[in-house]
């Protein structure tokens, strides 16, 4: 198989990560962006020649196109870019401060976006590509406590799925993936929780809790087999238009209307 190029963002940790290593392990080669140097130290050591670390905040919009555009340049083409920087957010609508609202758009929609945007020229000079955005099964349907999450997933793929049409004359695909719960740090880490109000204890709006907490289990999907699943929908053609992993999501999922692939990634 002919080593690819791609760049994804945010791969310290969670998806991000996993499909960085499998594609290192294969041969290909990634532009993986980072907040902090220190958290791909062992992928710069293990693969000095095939992987190239970005520092990137991606709610810089100047910064996401200055990286976009020299890994564009530094590698002649980049055939693969995969937006997946984001973050949960639980807790109650009013609950959330300001400062929370924002900062999750600014990663979770504008930031993904940025990126997106600053992609298609390179993408269009070159003759194509491919566009993988890592959204959520709940991009499609919605829980108490994550209202300001799913604020934005539901509309970075409504965005993904208008850029899917406007760019598939030029030979470009966009592929909007919903993975399900899974063994990641989205979960178990990074998760981000507001200051909870008394008034909400015991209502639906906190159920999120039990969730968080590892002790009641961990989540049914592995990441694993999940990111299998996304870098080979990357060869698929046409490009598919979303593809949804893990039985937890096919399951909560039946009856939304979408374009589907199930895969056996529970």
Known sequence: ?????????????????ELATQL??????VVGTVRRPDSVADLVQKYPDTFHRELLDVTDAAAVRDVVDRSFTSLARIDVVVS??????????????????????ATNLTGSIQLIRASLPHLRAQGGGRIIQISTYGGQVAFPGNSMYHATKWGIEGFAESVAQEVAPFGIGVTIVEPGG????????SAQVADLLPAYDNSPAHGFLAMLDPANGLAPGDPARMAAAIIASAAQEPALLR????????????????????SGAS
């Not at 290192?24 to 080669?29: A, F, I, K, P």
């Not at 807790?91 to 758009?105: C, F, M, N, T």
């Open 243 to 262: 593809i949804i992993l893990g039985s937890q999501a096919l399951n909560i999922t039946v009856g939304v209307p979408a374009c589907r692939s199930a």
């Open 24 to 29: 290192l392990d294969r041969g290909e080669v």
């Open 1 to 17: 198989m002919t080593s690819r190029n791609w760049l994804i963002s945010g791969v310290s940790s969670g998806f991000g990560r």
């Open 84 to 105: 997946n920087a984001g973050y949960g957010l639980f807790g109650a609508a009013e609950e959330l401060s300001d400062e929370q609202v924002s900062h999750i758009i």
């Open 182 to 189: 899974a063994r990641t740090e989205f979960r178990y880490g």
